[in-house]
């Protein structure tokens, strides 16, 4: 019994040693490489049927279901390069009297999620409580906290919306990450976004 102990001793000092030890992949990547980037679209929509586009001046700001509106550097350097960049995959830029084809919409959305977890006391299953005698130690409660905040870009088609009805969303992507929200490298984010959509152009 003895030497079975030491050897179970023995080995979970190995194991944490070796997870101390173990280099955390999470740490050892570059703000680039945290960054995703996730598109879909209606695969039923041909792109090269619309002419126009319609882009709002501001970047929507929506916090735990509360919006807003904002102007900031950044959000102009947002809209600019998706501007530009639907410029020159064929579609003219009109204002929403004009009646666009496309609706085109930017948005930063931060979802904070709050949580409670129970902590059990692992002693009450080692000394086989059952609720009839010997010690109980009852559970204490944690509270977590997550936040994240990351772009979301949609696409909406008004050539062929119903009144009455909210138009059908034909494309969207998010951008999530570290650095995302730098003026000086939103400009690769928004092309790497189009990089993954090459069929949305005339």
């Known amino acids: 019994m003895k030497v079975k102990f030491q050897a179970l001793i023995l080995g979970v000092t190995v194991a944490m040693i070796a997870t101390a030890c173990a280099p955390d992949p999470l740490n050892d990547l570059t703000v680039e490489e945290t960054q995703v980037f996730i598109t879909n679209y209606e695969p039923t929509t041909n792109f090269a049927n619309y002419q126009t586009f319609s882009l709002a001046d501001t970047v929507y700001v929506i916090q735990n279901q509360q919006t807003g509106v904002s102007t ?94 909210q138009p059908k969303v034909v494309w969207n992507a998010q951008i999530r990450g570290n650095g995302i929200f730098d003026s000086a490298s939103l400009t690769n984010l928004i092309d790497n976004v189009f990089k993954q959509s090459m069929y949305l152009r005339k």
């Open 72 to 165: 900031s550097t950044q959000d102009y350097v947002a809209l600019d390069r998706i501007t530009s960049t639907l410029t020159q995959r064929g579609y003219k830029r009109v204002t929403r009297e004009a009646k666009p084809d496309l609706g085109v919409s930017v948005a930063r959305i931060r979802e904070t999620q709050t949580g409670l977890v129970a902590n059990y006391n692992p002693w009450n299953s080692y000394w086989g409580y059952t609720g009839g005698g010997g010690f109980f130690y009852p559970p204490t409660y944690s509270y977590y906290q997550t936040s994240e905040t990351y772009w979301y870009l949609e696409m909406v088609d008004l050539k062929n919306a119903t009144n009455g009805l």
